[in-house]
């Protein structure tokens, strides 16, 4: 079931946002420091060409502190990495102008990409500007140098894209665990309030939600009768059976123990009425090995500007314990 990404308030951006934002504002500390002795040095060694250039970068890399001090997390840690990618981009051109071989800033541009780009972009993007930087130190230097500094780059490509590798994999199998519930392998409760939120922000553009609310019936008495191992397995089942009777992008939520929710955003009216009757259907005709297991379903609609998200959803509730109260086994639709 393909989690509907565009109603997720998505905290794993926000937490990658600020992490960049830390990054860079060490980074661009360290560097003042750096810049500052590596100008100093410079300057006493008479070597004015390079002084100029820790001068510059220095001034960038204070202007970039008071930014990422001033401007949000959200963007602050992309601008300073493009910025030192477009210096880097300039680096090998003034070397160039000056006659001076400026190829060893080149190995500081493929762990920058890491924070910008995926691996697959960033890949690219390195093996680019490695060709540049070795077309430039061609005009300035002999083959030998080329050559040694292809190598040297080549190789810290190699690891850095392994690691950019490693790192989405295990970012993803993070993700996973942290919005998946691990018995019932539906969303959990977290992502579902991160879905809630999306929805009341009326800047996502969402007009309408139609919120099921399902709960197993007599589930106390499958646990007493059979063993809460069992019970486990029910719930575990339950979710798949309600999995493959969804339609496409409706997520499915672990809400509580044996309750789960269902969000159909900006579908038709009565399509939730619909479709919670199939999965009532479904469960009832489900084989749970030897154990009987029904679902009661409440159903409410939320209209843009018609009253809080919470209130359909506090409806749904309602009338989900309105089909319990009926004999349960069966769906019950808040009236609008
Ligand atoms: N095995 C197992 N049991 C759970 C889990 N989560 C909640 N439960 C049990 O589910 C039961 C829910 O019982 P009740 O809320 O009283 O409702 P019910 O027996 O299903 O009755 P109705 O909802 O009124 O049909 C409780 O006994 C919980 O201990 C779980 O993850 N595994």
């Known amino acids: 079931m393909a989690l509907n990404t565009t109603l997720r308030q998505d905290s794993f951006i926000t937490l990658r946002d600020t992490i960049r934002w830390r990054v860079a504002l060490v980074l ?29 970068v220095l001034a960038v890399a204070s202007a970039s502190v008071i930014v990422l001090l001033l401007t949000s997390r959200r963007l602050g840690g992309t601008i300073f ?10 680096v090998p051109i003034y070397g160039l102008e000056i006659d001076r071989n400026m190829q060893h800033w080149a190995y500081i541009f493929p762990p920058l990409l890491v924070f910008l780009l995926r691996p697959g972009p960033s890949l690219v993007a390195m093996v680019a500007y490695g060709i540049y930087v070795s077309w430039i130190t061609a005009l300035l ?17 190699c690891f850095m894209y392994t690691y950019a590798l490693l790192q989405e994999q295990a970012a993803k199998m993070l993700r996973y665990h942290s919005d998946h519930d691990a018995l019932s392998n539906c969303l959990n409760r977290r992502t579902f309030n991160e879905a809630l939120d999306r929805l009341a922000s009326t800047r996502n553009g969402f007009q309408s939600c139609e919120f099921l609310l399902i709960d197993i019936d007599h589930f106390k008495a499958i646990n007493d009768q059979n063993g809460h191992l069992v019970g486990d397995r029910i719930i ?6 309600l999995g493959r009777s969804l339609v496409a992008d409706a997520p499915l939520f672990r809400y509580g123990g044996e309750e789960f929710a269902v969000m159909l955003v900006d579908a038709d ?6 479709l919670a009757e199939r999965l009532r259907s479904a469960i009832e005709q489900g084989d749970f090995q030897g154990v009987k297991v029904t679902i009661s379903v409440g159903v409410s609609r939320w209209r843009v500007g018609r009253g809080k998200v919470e209130s359909a959803l506090q409806k749904a509730d309602e009338a989900l314990y309105a089909a319990k109260r009926a004999g349960r086994n069966r769906i019950e639709v808040a009236s609008a």
């Open 28 to 56: 661009a500390s360290l560097i003042v420091v750096v810049m500052i002795t590596l100008g100093t040095i410079n300057t006493k060694l008479g070597l004015t060409d390079t002084a100029r250039l820790a001068w510059a």
């Open 81 to 90: 990495f493009a910025s030192i990618a477009a210096i880097l981009l300039i």
């Open 141 to 157: 230097l002999p083959p030998i140098e080329v050559v040694r500094f292809s190598s040297g780059y080549g190789l810290t490509v």
């Open 236 to 241: 575990t089942q339950v979710a798949a059976e």
């Open 269 to 274: 009216e009565g399509a939730g009425e619909a």
